[in-house]
């Protein structure tokens, strides 16, 4: 855990937007009023790459997030409405300037390959040291977990629930498919469209697998980051399947994993003493199994996302067909049937419809 400082000083998470600006921070915001011509107005023309932004159709309007070195605002470009996220370099620190450059042409590169619906949409970027710019489309619906707080503790519907999680599976999916490990899912990055459809979002930290090493000196977010990151190994694509566990955690829930501990000490108490979040009795014996699944200790016992995704879309079309499905159904291992049955139905089958 001797990565504590350093996550500290580079974390991306946004901070409250009333939490009032340090004086290094101030100087920097001001110095962004170089590359924008007024507020609400045009930026000032940037690099020349394949995904370069034309940066004279670009129109900033509103700040409505904020993080470390980033600041996110609504605008248009070219007649659509996109988020436009800031972000800006140090001059002070040299070795973070070069961090957040990396990061910034990483987090470019992976977003112009993807194509997926329950991936965020990338429109354009704009590379101008020491401020640079991605342009993403805008999601009126803001983030998961913007909305689960703005719901009653286990107040979330089932057919909901599971809507949600075979949307972040889908994406995640898709993600793995291409070799990409995201390693930073969460509710916060997980973001909502007018039609309650999730999108993958920040890709900061993502990377590709065959370029993945160890954790060591890595910037996730305690609550949601698998014990093999904490502890700086190695990692695989299952790290991603540990954060999906917490995040269907949330879903059921609707609250905040480890809420009564600070990062740090949720941190410790996943690596030294197993813990995880409690899952009430009331959560049904198929998504209990599931996100434990999902949790264990051991990478090698996580399931891959095709098996999440299969498991998800199964439950979805029994629930759609039954929708007492989960107060019977009962998991059990390696069942092969094309569609979950509970066994109250499978009962009342006749003898030559039996498997």
């Known amino acids: ?28 915001a001001i110095s962004w ?12 023309n940037g690099g020349e790459e394949e995904w370069s932004a034309d940066m004279s159709l670009l129109y900033i309007g509103n700040k409505f997030a904020s993080g470390r070195h980033s600041r996110i605002y609504r605008g248009v470009y070219k007649q ?38 329950n991936i965020i949409t990338f429109v354009a970027a ?20 913007k909305y689960l707080h703005q719901q009653e503790p286990y107040s979330l519907p089932l057919n909901l629930v599971l809507k949600l999680a075979l949307d972040i599976a889908r994406g995640m999916q898709y ?29 900061g930290i993502s990377c590709l697998e065959t370029q993945c090493g160890s954790a060591k000196g890595f ?6 980051m698998a014990p093999e990151m904490i ?26 994993p480890f809420d009564d501990m600070t990062p740090e000490q949720a941190a410790f108490a996943v690596c030294q003493k ?9 959560c049904p014996k198929a998504f209990n199994r599931l996100i434990h699944r999902c949790w264990s200790s051991n990478p090698e016992k996580r399931p891959q996302f095709d098996e999440i995704v299969d498991k998800l879309e199964k439950y979805a079309e029994s629930l759609d067909q039954d929708p007492e499905f989960f107060s019977s159904y009962e998991p059990s291992e390696g069942y092969t049937l094309s569609r979950c049955i509970p066994k109250c139905m499978a009962s009342r089958r006749s003898p030559s419809l039996r498997p």
Request: proline fraction near 4%.
């Open 175 to 203: 993600l793995h498919a291409q070799g990409i490990l995201h390693r930073d899912l969460k509710s916060e990055n997980l973001l909502l469209d007018e039609d309650m459809c999730v999108k993958v979002a920040d890709f």
């Open 231 to 256: 502890k700086e190994k190695h990692h695989t694509k299952k790290v991603d399947v540990y954060s999906f566990g917490i995040v269907f955690w949330e879903l059921f829930t609707a609250l905040t």
């Open 126 to 145: 704009c590379k101008k040291p020491p401020v640079f710019c991605i342009i993403t489309e805008y999601y009126p619906g803001g983030s998961l977990r």
């Open 1 to 28: 855990m001797k990565n504590f400082y350093w996550l500290k000083q580079i974390a991306s998470s946004q901070s409250k937007l009333e939490r009032r600006l340090s004086l290094g921070e101030y100087k920097r």
């Open 219 to 224: 910037t996730g977010t305690y609550r949601w």
């Open 80 to 117: 659509r409405d996109v988020a436009i996220k800031l972000i800006s370099q140090p001059q002070e620190d040299g070795e973070l300037a070069s961090f957040l450059e990396k990061q910034f042409t990483s987090e470019v590169a992976l977003l112009f390959m993807l194509r997926h619906p």
């Open 33 to 44: 009023s170089k590359y924008l011509v007024s507020s609400g107005a045009e930026i000032k």
């Open 274 to 282: 197993n813990a995880r979040p409690t899952l009430p009795s009331s």
